[in-house]
């Protein structure tokens, strides 16, 4: 039994080497722009004056039961001779109307602050707010600003300091089974999460106190690419913003087309392989930033900072390798999606590759000619 | 002379298949037996089977998840491996665990024979086994294993194959394949109801029943209403995909919420189907090692049963993120908050129970102690998600994840734990190594906090779950490494367990039938306890009645023993020495005159046909159909027409 009790204070001192070390890496990790201990915006500020008390409460009420455990369990161990036939408690009522009491008034007093920040944190938004709606897709967000009239993708632009209403929905013309799967949006930093369920018009609001870049992911488990898909908001000041909605509203800075009617053309040979060769247009805009459409809209591709579900930053090399082979990047289920008649059918979710699996009479993208299509892109600021 | 032939040679002239096997012993006796404790073992071996394949494949998720950007598993297999690993550990490992103790204990917990429904208890292993290996099929055919996770939300999973949103046949298996496991489970929570009402011992009121079979009652009843309903959203997912049906397709105007709050009304007293035994279980084991009677029986008991009925009213506290409103959100978050406080009163029970006892630390302790303490971790962090603002935070991250397995691992694991330790020596007359189990503990209690510990912080930095992969720079690498660590030394503690199991069933110290001077009837009998379990069923007069055969109380309430004769008197006293019968003596002895039902095929053959119609079901293979109906219909009728007993 003694050398029970100096092992177990040796485990006691490891736990509590281990519990720093932890403390100290949770710590060391706190600005990587996704820590829900580290709110930028009144929501996830209110969240986290309710949530830090609470959790102080219980880690308080854990140490006196862990330490009970442990105290009992060494201070009543079986000694032969002196208290092998203990007395036999059989119960003792007033000390369990205590302790249901108790924990019951503990519960009731957390009780209330938590409703009234429920209700708080659903009112409807009111004064100067921006209203925004996004679209969960299989794997990637789509970004509506229904009054400015402009469509975007994987980066949520808002200006610092004003409330930003956003709508949450799964279903949208541009999608061909008209809905989607449920997906969660969730920007830790400015708010909890609001599950995007089909059918439904849910709601969060969103506002950052300061021009910055905040990061945000899927958090609702929607198949296959779930782990990628990431997105992030970017606060900006309201007139660098106001400036930005303008330039998202214009067309595309090098022109896809040229003529008009019947005597439209691709505007040079990187749109010819664009329109033609490789028919990316059949699921993404490119020349017009008022549409939704089944993959992003990139007609200002060149303005983000990231791409591809917001996973990877927007360099050349990445983009060459993700217009020759997106697969390889982020997995899809995107087999059949370069085959007649889609994806309209359905059959196919993400974007193919164009170089491997290429179906019967469909062409096979070279790595020039992917270079060219992403020099055509990377100027579509 | 003829009347004897005739009656000899009158059971052979009926129909060859229809007689029933004899034997006890040997390889086939273990597809016919309908002994409680054969069966027991068996849903015991099985469970802890899948609990090591469930358990590989979360240390393959783990190697993935080692660093940032893993490259081990593709995200299609990842997905496959979460989804396997949830749907193993709790409908493969959790609850057939949990069966396997109630199947062994309950009859001789309250000195039955066997249980109510002997061939309907073989018929639920069959089930589950065939469930289980229907279910893991799907690795080797029909495109993939089931991928939707094992919550399995529409319209992910009930979309048609085919049409993108779920690769491969992996979410018919999972649907047809639980509800599969749904119709052993609930079969089998049939039987624990009527045996407890039905076969009592005289005098085994309700009020002096051992814990751990009134925490089995309460989850049989669970199990018997919660069943019905994933079965019912399974159907439902499973017409989806297959026959064109839209009950939840939102592009036909249905809500997908619809399955959520159906399959959180099963999934929520799930939770409790899976942690009562536990508590049951620690409820038996910490009296004993504390050589005290448990601290407020009636109202650990009521507690119990609290949560049986609580448990139904808080399955949408799953759904917080899902737009709800705020009424409905902030009622689901006070029945959250309600359900804490009788989980409260036990926890403070245990602690008393324990306070001012006569602890002997062996392992069986040891665990039950480290459920202690560990559930209560999971329950506090459970009250952190009733504050519904910061389970919006939390819901869906690991943080999560570190709570549930605080509450199915140190709580559930830990308790079945202590359970083996604790019982084994009943089912096989000899101890498990202290030494190895020590071993054992110390390491799971380190692995299992290094593994699920640093998952809160990880989730709270802002880490969703059921990701495959995660980007380097958002600082939870170094947290990931330690958790992947960590499960390696579970695996290292599990493997110390086996070895123990291996070696101490043949040649571990020999323990006698009463080794740790306990106080419930299983451990009046012989161990292992024969056949028939009681030579006389015996006569109860109290709550912890063995106990009271060997110790009295002094005026200051301490025990004391009673002299070694007295109590061997009690306990040997004819079973009509108190209660009265003429026939004791008649059942005396060796257990000659104990007529036991005989084993039997057809369980067996019955539960085969379920997976010949799964199968059916999941390639709609018309064909198969009439031969898997073949086989359940023959196997039901030769279960109904063959004699009770074979002469």
């Known amino acids: 039994m003694r050398r029970f009790t100096s092992r177990s204070k040796r485990w006691v001192g490891l736990a509590v080497v281990l519990g720093a070390g932890l403390l100290l890496a949770a710590c060391s990790a706190e600005n990587n722009g996704q820590n829900s201990l580290k709110p930028k915006g009144p929501a996830a500020q209110k969240i986290d004056n309710l949530f830090t008390p609470i959790f102080f409460i219980s880690v308080a009420v854990g140490v006196l039961v862990l330490g009970a455990v442990v105290v009992f369990a060494v201070r009543f161990r079986y000694r032969a001779g002196k208290n092998e036939n203990p007395k036999q408690i059989h119960g003792s009522t007033p000390l369990e109307i205590g302790w249901t009491i108790v924990p019951a008034l503990i519960l009731a007093v957390i009780a209330v602050p938590t409703i009234i920040t429920i ?130 509203q214009q067309g595309p800075a090098v022109p896809l087309q040229v003529g008009t009617g ?20 059949n699921c993404h805009s490119l020349s017009d930033s008022k549409v939704s459409s089944y993959g992003p809209n990139l007609t200002h591709l060149a303005s983000r900072t990231t791409f591809a579900s917001g996973y990877y930053e927007l360099t050349r090399d990445k983009l060459v390798e993700w217009v020759h082979n997106a697969p390889g990047l982020i997995p899809m289920q995107s087999k059949a999606c370069r085959e007649a008649g889609e994806p309209a059918a359905g059959k196919c979710v993400g974007m193919p590759s164009f170089s491997r699996d290429t179906p019967a009479g469909q062409p096979t993208m070279t790595e020039q000619e992917a270079g060219q299509i992403a020099d055509y892109l990377l100027q579509l600021k | 002379m003829t009347t004897v032939s005739d009656t000899v040679r009158a059971p052979a002239r009926r129909l060859r298949v229809l007689r029933r096997p004899r034997a006890t012993t040997g390889f086939w006796s273990w597809f016919t037996t309908i002994d409680h404790k054969k069966i027991g073992i068996m849903y015991g071996t099985t469970a802890l089977t899948f609990f090591v394949i469930g358990g590989v494949e979360a240390l393959l998720l783990r190697l993935q998840l080692a660093g940032p950007n893993g490259t081990l598993l593709t995200a299609a297999q990842y997905n496959e491996l979460f989804t396997m690993h949830g749907t193993t550990m709790i409908f493969l490992m959790g609850m057939p665990l949990a069966v396997a103790f109630g199947n062994y204990l309950i009859p001789l917990q309250i000195g039955a024979r066997d249980v109510a429904f002997p061939r309907l208890n073989a018929f639920g292993y069959w089930g589950f086994l065939m469930g289980g290996l229907f279910i893991y099929s799907s690795f080797f055919i029909g495109g993939s294993a ?132 536990g508590m049951g279980i620690v409820s038996e084991v910490l009296p004993v090692f504390s050589r005290k009677p448990l601290f407020g ?75 202690i303490a560990m559930f209560t971790l999971g329950g506090l962090s459970g009250v952190l998600h009733s504050v519904v603002p910061a389970d919006t935070q939390q819901t869906d991250t690991y943080f999560v994840v570190a709570h549930f397995h605080y509450v199915l691992f140190g709580g559930l694991v830990f308790g079945l734990f202590s359970g083996f330790y604790y019982w084994f020596p009943k089912l096989y007359g000899r101890f498990l190594d202290e030494r190895l189990g020590k071993f054992n503990f110390w390491t799971m209690l380190l692995g299992f906090n290094l593994t699920f510990f640093p998952m809160h912080f990880v989730g709270l930095l802002g880490m969703p779950r059921r990701t495959y992969r995660y980007d380097t720079g958002l600082g939870w690498d170094f947290l990931n490494q330690l958790e992947t660590i960590g499960a390696f ?66 005026e200051t309430g301490h025990a004391v023993r009673l002299p070694s004769g007295a109590a061997v008197a009690v306990e040997e006293r004819p079973a009509g020495g108190d209660g009265g019968g003429e026939h004791g003596g008649e059942e005396h002895g060796d257990g000659h005159g104990i007529h036991m039902p005989s084993p039997s095929y057809f369980p067996f053959v019955v539960a085969l046909g379920l997976p010949i119609l799964g199968y059916a079901a999941v390639f709609q293979a018309v064909w198969l159909v009439p031969i898997g109906a073949l086989v359940l219909l023959f196997g039901m009728y030769a279960w109904g027409i063959e004699p009770q007993t074979e002469p």
């Open chain 2, 297 to 371: 029986y009636p109202v650990v008991v009521f507690s119990g049963i609290a949560i049986g009925f609580i448990g139904w009213g808080v399955w949408a506290h799953h759904m917080f993120a899902t737009g709800l409103g705020p009424v409905a959100i902030s009622a689901f978050a006070l029945s959250t908050m309600i359900i804490a406080v009788p989980t409260g009163v036990k926890i403070f029970n245990w602690l008393a129970t324990v306070w001012r006892g006569a602890v002997r630390l062996k392992t069986a302790m040891l665990f039950a102690l480290g459920f």
């Open chain 1, 119 to 248: 209700f708080d944190l659903h009112k409807e938004p009111t004064g100067d707010v921006l209203n925004v709606t996004v679209v969960g897709k299989q794997w990637w967000w789509e970004f509506k600003y229904p009054k400015e009239k402009v469509v975007t993708a994987d980066e949520l632009v808002i200006p610092a300091g004003r409330t930003v209403r956003v709508n949450l929905q799964a279903c949208d013309e541009s999608l061909p089974n008209k809905c989607n799967v449920i997906h969660s949006f969730w920007v830790p930093e400015l708010n909890g999460k609001t599950d995007v369920v089909p059918g439904r018009n849910n709601f969060t609001t969103i506002e950052a106190d300061k021009p910055g870049t905040y990061l945000g992911q899927c958090a609702e488990y929607c198949g296959l690419s779930h782990a990628n898909m990431r997105f992030r908001v970017i606060a900006k000041e309201p007139s660098e913003f106001d400036r930005w909605v303008g330039e998202q």
């Open chain 2, 489 to 554: 030394v579970i695996a290292l503690s599990v493997l110390a367990f086996i070895v123990n199991v291996m070696v101490s069933r043949r040649h571990g110290q020999v323990s006698g039938d009463d080794p740790w001077d306990a106080r419930t009837l299983e451990w009046t009998t012989p161990s292992p306890p024969p056949m028939y379990n009681f030579a006389e069923i015996p006569q109860v007069e109290a709550r912890d009645d063995f106990w009271h055969h060997k110790y009295t109380e002094d």
């Open chain 1, 262 to 281: 019947a005597d439209t053309k691709p505007a040079g040979p990187a749109q010819d392989l664009i329109s033609t060769k490789f028919q990316c247009t």
């Open chain 2, 146 to 277: 089931p991928n939707g996770g094992w919550f399995g939300y529409t319209p992910l999973t009930s979309t048609p194959l085919g049409r993108g949103f779920l690769p491969g046949h992996g979410a018919d298996f999972w649907a047809v394949g639980i509800v599969m496991l749904g119709i052993a489970s609930t079969t089998s929570a049939i039987n624990f109801i009527v045996t407890v009402l039905q076969l009592r011992a005289p005098g085994m009121t309700f009020m002096r029943m051992p814990v751990f079979t009134w925490m089995m009652l309460v989850t049989a009843f669970l199990t018997l209403f919660a069943m019905p309903i994933v079965t019912a959203a399974l159907i439902m997912v499973y017409f989806d995909r297959n026959m064109g049906t839209n009950f939840f397709q939102p592009a036909a105007g249905a809500d997908p919420l619809l399955y959520q709050n159906l399959f959180w009304l099963f999934g929520h007293p799930e939770v409790y189907i899976l942690i009562l035994p």
